[in-house]
């Protein structure tokens, strides 16, 4: 699919654009029906204009979605802190120079900051500003508050996480909801620190997975906030 090759060489520049350049980056194949030559090679292309930036390149054999994904990088990471940017979306230059300066100023927090919203070709539709809480009890209440009404002020692309963060609060293997239930499992052990910036662009499409399971996040909430519930026992 040359679009999402499109969007993942778009993916890549905005990562390779950033003003700040301590950083490794790693990239998983989840059985894109993409010729993994294609993506490899441009992984490469696009990592070798960034001085001194380690990558790391692999290709799960078959589909193990989102959470099994995220969950592999986690264990492949080197660096202190972490973060995830899906294919299709896209770092303002801005974005880990600002997110590193806060982990400074709130160690061994997780930080969260806004995003715009934008269509497949790229542009802009909306400004989507996050919440901020100044207590953790605040926070918590109103992440479950609005898991409930099935939607959630946080994204994921948006987290820059510690690492250590997820040996108390473990990346689930969920392949669609895992971005909620892992929000009401860190809570438990880690303060959310909101950064006002509008950091990440979010692509919304047809081939997005949330557009394609619109019918099902209802029931597939209810289970998410079931299971999260069982560790708040």
Known sequence: DEKNLQFLKECLESIKNQTFSDFEIILINDASPVENKK?????????????????????????????????????????EWICFLSHDDLYEPGFLEIMVKKTKENPGCILYSNYINISGNGQPISQYKANEYRFKEDFIIALWKVAEKNDTFLNFNTLMI???????????????GEDLLWYLQ?????????????????????????????????????KIIELAKKGYK
């Open 186 to 222: 860190a809570a438990r052990f880690y303060n959310f620190v909101y950064v006002d910036a509008y950091l990440v662009k979010y692509r919304r499409h047809d081939g997005m997975e949330t557009v394609r399971q619109l019918a099902n996040i209802p029931e597939n909430n209810r």
């Open 162 to 176: 510690p690492l250590k963060a997820f040996v108390n609060a473990p990346m689930n293997t969920l392949k669609f």
């Open 39 to 79: 993506i490899e090679d441009l992984f490469w292309f696009i990592c070798k204009q960034m001085k001194d930036i380690k990558g790391s390149y692999s290709s799960n054999e078959q589909n193990l979605g989102i959470g099994e994904t995220r969950k592999k990088i986690t264990e492949l990471a080197k660096g």
